[in-house]
């Protein structure tokens, strides 16, 4: 559903993605890793539309995106959970979730909202609150959430584990297979390798803006070289 | 629902007091009892009130900081003049003359804003303060270069000449007199006028800041990445807001020149802009209402202090400074959000009003 070809992304004279190509099919759960600065983010942002390649092509659901402005691409169904929780912080939690439908201009988004608490109960029980109220935990809940509300066919998700407690990873991980059972497809970044690559069908590993392996998740835990770099082991 | 009922009474609240306010000053004007300075206070206060809300709309709602807005209000009230002054024989009803010049005014203003938001609203950063800050010393320039003329065969232009280089035919007349700008204008302004717009320009920026578009305005000033992720076209958005903005501005202007007998270029400086910003600051980035209280209590009130005068533009500066730290300190910020927030937490829903009053 998601080909990217041969990009390259330039900040500046910073030539930051070299020639990535990667590839998202239906119904997977793709992750890709590599240390920091690698530019993971980066290639999420230029799938996006937030940056711009200076070659290749993005090609979604057959439709090359590489021009389409960030708005319209959220509108073919590729929504992008940025790094770093950015919900809006003065907007109660409820308020965020129905910003999150903002491209789905005539629908009842009632139900979407549902299956959103459905996943997260603990946003439920916080509709009303401030969002830069909530936890670090909490929040990133609400960003993903959010990013639901728009009815993604793609997910792209920038280190949902950053900064969260072991117990809220795995709560987080669940949440994305349940996603992923329910019928959408995930791009993930992370920098927790083993937990990403044991709940990735595939995995790409990028190295100082190329792609250095690829391969399914379980060749890359088992494979030494992914593990001394990624796996500290 | 509920959220709905919320945000109607709120602004029920705001056209109520404005609406009263202005019926009690007509009774109290009918009745003889209102000081003649404060009478001649009245359509500068409708002028600033306008200028307030509409400078709110760009700082308080989307979060670009305009240090130029009196620039719009210079180009809104020279062009609005000229086009008064040109349709004195076409348009013979004072008002409606007035009106429709107000509109001229209101759309040269909005492409001013247009000509400058559409290089600057694309780049995320802070670089609208400085190019608004420009534009007002441009704007200024310009006119003070500009001479303006009408006769038989039209309106004629000049710019860095004088008012000679017209060449007016018999019977012409100059309009605009480079850096002396416009006199001999028919005052046409009234309160009735002033409060007019006031409720025009209240019920186009009530209306903006509630609707679906003012939703994602305030998206984009909460956090910029957040809502480009969700969908929301960015320089869209932000040229909506700082055009509507300006067009206001220049409306205003329009009012506020045809309040005197001359205006010029020079009034309309950094100062104007810096004293308009302060109304905004100190009302409340995004409360509508504080604007309104905060440029008419800050028009009156050198007037009744006149001993103290001196010191005004002292309080301005320091009470700036105090601002720009609190908006421009992370820290800071987070404080206040975080203090803000669990007042809100406690209150229940009853924040939900807050949410554009922040
Ligand atoms: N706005 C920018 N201007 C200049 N250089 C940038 C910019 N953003 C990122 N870079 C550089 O591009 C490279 C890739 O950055 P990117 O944020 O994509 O890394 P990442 O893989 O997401 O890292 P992390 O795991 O730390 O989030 C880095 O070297 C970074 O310094
Ligand atoms: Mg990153």
Redesign the pocket.
Known sequence: MLKIDNINVY??A?H??KGVSLEVTEGEIVTLI????????????TISGLLRSKTGEINFMGENISTLPSHKIVERGLAHVP?GRRVFLQMTVQENLEMGAYTQKNRDTDADMEQVFALFPRLLERRKQIAGTLSGGEQQMLAMGRAMMSRPRLLML??PS?GLAPLLVEQIFAIIQEMNKKGTSILL?E?NAQMALSIADRAYV?E??SIAVSGTGEELIESDKIRKAYLGG | MKRIGKRLRSNLVIYGLVVVTYVVLQMVMGSGHISSSLQGQLVPICVYVVMAVSLNLTIGVLGELSLGHAGFMSVGAFTGVVACIALEGIISLGAVRMAVSMLIGAACAALAGVLIGIPVLRLSGDYLAIVTLAFGEIIKNIINCLYVGIDHRGLRISFLTSAAALELAEGGRVIIDGPMGISGIKKLSTFTMGFALILITLFIVLNLIYSRSGRAIMALRDNRIAAESVGIPATKYKMMAFVTSAALAGAAGTLYALNYSTVTAAKFNFNTSILILVFVVLGGLGNILGSIIAATVLTILPEMLRQFNDYRMLVYAVVLILVMLATNNDDFKGLLYQIRGKILARNGTKGKEGAVNE
């Open positions: 900040y500046g910073i930051a993605i590599g240390a920091n600065g690698a530019g993971k983010s980066t290639v999420l942002k790094e920038d280190e950053m970044v920098q990028l100082t803006g």
